[in-house]
């Protein structure tokens, strides 16, 4: 089965094909990031400007990349929420009315769980029950999977997610938008120990407990504030400055999500355990969530997405999520997935 996806929540315009939730036959990926560069964050009204421009370009190119004619497409896919609504409209829209034309299947699609279905693709067997942190801009959460839409969200952010804190402590620091990449590259020349950032364990004492009595929720304003108060203790802000709050902050943030991760593996005897979302191309958290398993004695495939392309938003994660919605027959609950509505439940 080959279904067409599409991808605008935010500020990438993606379309891909895919085939049996799992091959990618051809995706693209139009960015903005150069032009939200220039703000030091998205603006929606820009965002959703680029989108009708990049949307019709794109599907005919992956249409002629994987040599697939509109006609043997069996689905339209596309991100109906979360995310900014006048973004989502784009994709929505095109992909419901390239549906109808077609006269064949829409499936709206659920932004968060497309991060988590990125780690079905191009792999052969995912088992259940798995646990998977998907971190992103916009999305913070710890998912009990037991079956592709029997899940639970056990842990989320209490304030920002986490990628919205590195874009934001970037943007103290003077750097550029996103600033994940970009703190994560400068994290390497900053010296461990030069600046202490609060880990925030979101219990009693506020120290790391046994992984029996953990809570998987998450908290990063606090940093993002302890932050704000080093920079302006500052009277310049040198490039060794950058460089060891950018290695504290991302240990302060990676260490508690790898440790919560690892301990919601072992409390629900997972089967695997995945990252997801845009921060998890991020080295340093994938070595951290290596190094909490091996202290736990946690013997389990760790599965990343297989390309850093399907970490951040993509198509290719759409149409995977899309494929198995028909398969098992589950649909969005929300009365025709009204775009911009979080599909929270699925049912058969
Ligand atoms: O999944 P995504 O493309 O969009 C949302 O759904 O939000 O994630 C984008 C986020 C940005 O906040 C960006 O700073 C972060 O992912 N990010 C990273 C890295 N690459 C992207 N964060 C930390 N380290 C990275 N290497
Ligand atoms: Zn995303």
């Not at 599907?59 to 994987?66: A, G």
Request: proline share 5%.
């Amino acid at each position: 089965m080959k279904i067409l996806a599409i991808e605008t929540s935010c500020d990438e315009t993606a379309v891909a094909i895919v085939e049996n939730g799992q091959k990618v036959l051809s995706q693209k990926i139009a960015s903005q990031v150069d032009l939200h560069n220039l703000t030091g964050g998205v603006v929606p009204e820009v965002a959703a400007r680029e989108h009708p421009l990049k949307i019709w370009p794109l599907i005919n190119e992956v249409l002629k990349e994987s040599k697939v004619d509109l006609k043997d497409i069996d689905a339209v896919a596309a991100t109906a929420g979360p995310g900014l609504l006048p973004s989502l409209l784009t994709g929505y829209l095109t992909g419901r009315t390239i549906a109808e034309y077609l006269k064949k299947p829409f499936v709206p699609v659920q932004h968060v769980l497309g991060h988590v279905y990125a780690n079905f693709l191009e792999r052969e067997k995912i088992d259940f029950p798995f646990v998977c942190l998907t971190v992103s801009g916009g999305h913070n959460q710890i998912m009990l999977m037991r079956d592709y839409f029997d899940f639970e969200i056990i842990g989320s952010t209490r304030d920002d997610a986490s990628g919205e804190a590195f874009d934001k402590v970037a943007k103290l620091l003077g750097l550029g938008y996103p600033g994940g990449p970009i703190i994560s590259k400068l994290a390497e020349k900053g010296k461990p120990g030069e600046i202490d950032l609060p880990l925030v364990w979101l219990n009693e004492n506020n120290q790391k407990e046994k992984w029996d009595q953990a809570n998987f929720d998450f908290s990063f304003s606090g940093i993002k504030s302890a932050v704000r108060r080093l920079v302006l203790s500052q009277k310049k802000i040198t490039k060794k400055f950058q460089a060891d709050v950018s290695y504290a902050f991302q240990y302060a943030v990676t260490k508690v999500l790898a440790t919560k991760l690892v301990y919601a593996a072992k409390k629900y005897n997972a089967k695997e355990v995945h990252l997801a979302g845009g921060v998890s191309a991020n080295k340093f958290l994938r070595e951290m969530i290596k190094q909490e398993m091996e202290d736990l004695n946690i013997d389990l495939p760790f599965r990343v997405p297989e390309s850093f392309v399907y970490c951040t938003d993509n198509a290719a994660m759409v149409g995977a999520v899309a494929y198995f919605q028909i398969k098992e027959g589950v649909l969005p609950c929300v009365k025709d997935a009204d775009p911009g509505l979080d599909i929270q439940l699925y049912k058969k």
